[in-house]
């Protein structure tokens, strides 16, 4: 087996990702080709690629990560950390080609971020419990799965009676559901993240993440920019990736001086029902819940549509930890200096 590094798209090797992931049942849209070029074309980011191929060049797994960066230089390095959403894909998940991924990807990556997060979609994949043994820690993480393949009907019974009422308050309000129809509508919808993110202290990717993944998803049905409308003004958003029979919840924000319209509980009820409503849609990932037994109001707001909690966990390593020390509390100075 050949064990390769890359930090952009091998396109030596375009038709044999296709065929690789294809028939990988746990494929995801983090892996796509359309996802690594946004990546190299966002601002401070990088993607990361471990391929283990025969000699007769067919893949037989992959790590696909993205290095994020805050700043540049010095600081940049300092809130530097890889993201590998999904984790590693290997054929009949093989134990030996993940440790040699894994094996390749340390040594090109120890000294080039501070920690590796690995951020599990699948509850009990196999191949990711071996991580353990390979320098990763194992972190409880929860999410909540919504599945899109019921009646319509049962989905809107099922719900709690409140959120019934705040949706039926958004509509009386006169917010109306839609999708984001060019790029000034995107740039305004931006401005509503910055306005969310700053809020809450939280770092966003640049404007150009965006840009890119509406130009190179929305054609292809593998992304949906949905807004919500009122008076003709936008005033909320929710972008959403779908690949493989998954919506991922991916990010929102609204206008605090509209939160009586309850944009926040109309666009995840109305992007649900269209995803009912669509034959190959059959979950929907609202993305992170935080973690067990610890208050989490983004988790209150969440199970209003579901409570089917569910625990794919986190893997993390750290490369350096004196100075994952100093990130965090630097994190924790960014917070207070962007609120």
């Known amino acids: 087996m050949i064990y390769s590094f890359y930090t952009s798209f091998p396109e030596k090797f375009y038709a044999q990702w296709d065929n690789f992931l294809e028939n990988h049942p746990d494929r995801n849209v983090f892996y796509t080709k359309e996802m690594i070029n946004v990546y190299e074309q966002t601002p401070n980011y990088m993607p990361v690629i471990v391929l283990a191929m025969t000699p007769e060049k067919d893949i037989e797994g992959m790590l696909v990560g993205v290095v994020q960066k805050e700043f540049k230089g010095l600081l940049g390095y ?3 950390r890889c993201i590998v959403f999904g984790g590693p894909l290997v054929k009949d998940d093989d134990s030996g080609i993940l440790g040699e991924l894994l094996k390749t990807y ?9 920690y590796t ?3 599990n979609l699948i509850v009990g994949k196999p191949s990711t419990r071996n991580l353990n043994n390979k320098g990763f820690r194992f972190h409880e993480h929860l999410n909540i799965h919504i599945d899109l393949t019921v009646n319509l009907a049962d989905f809107r019974k099922n719900l709690k009676s409140k959120l019934r009422q705040n949706v039926r308050k958004a509509e009386r309000r006169g917010l109306i559901f839609g999708e984001i129809e060019n790029t000034r509508e995107l740039m ?3 401005e509503i993240l910055e306005e969310v993110y700053s809020k809450a202290g939280l770092p966003l990717p ?5 840009e890119q993944v509406y130009k190179e998803f929305l054609a292809g049905g593998k992304a949906k920019f949905f807004k919500a409308v009122s008076n003709e003004e936008l005033v909320g958003i929710r972008f959403v990736l779908v690949y493989n029979g998954v919506v991922y919840d991916w990010y929102a924000g609204s206008r605090q001086k509209y939160y009586k319209s309850y944009p926040n509980d109309y666009l995840p009820y109305k992007i649900i029902e269209w995803g009912i409503k669509n034959e190959q849609c059959r979950m929907f990932d609202f993305g992170g819940a935080g973690k067990p037994n610890v208050p989490y109001g983004v988790r209150d707001h969440k199970l209003k549509f ?12 750290i490369h350096q930890p004196l100075l994952y020390k100093l ?3 630097g994190l ?6 962007k609120k």
């Open 78 to 80: 300092l809130s530097s």
């Open 106 to 114: 340390n040594a090109r990556m120890r000294n080039s971020v501070i």
């Open 117 to 119: 997060q690995v951020r």
């Open 188 to 190: 305004i919808g931006y």
């Open 206 to 210: 640049d404007y150009k993440y965006f």
């Open 306 to 317: 579901s409570n089917n909690i569910v625990e794919p966990g986190r893997f993390e390593k």
């Open 327 to 329: 990130a965090l509390l």
């Open 332 to 337: 924790r100075v960014y917070k207070i200096l």
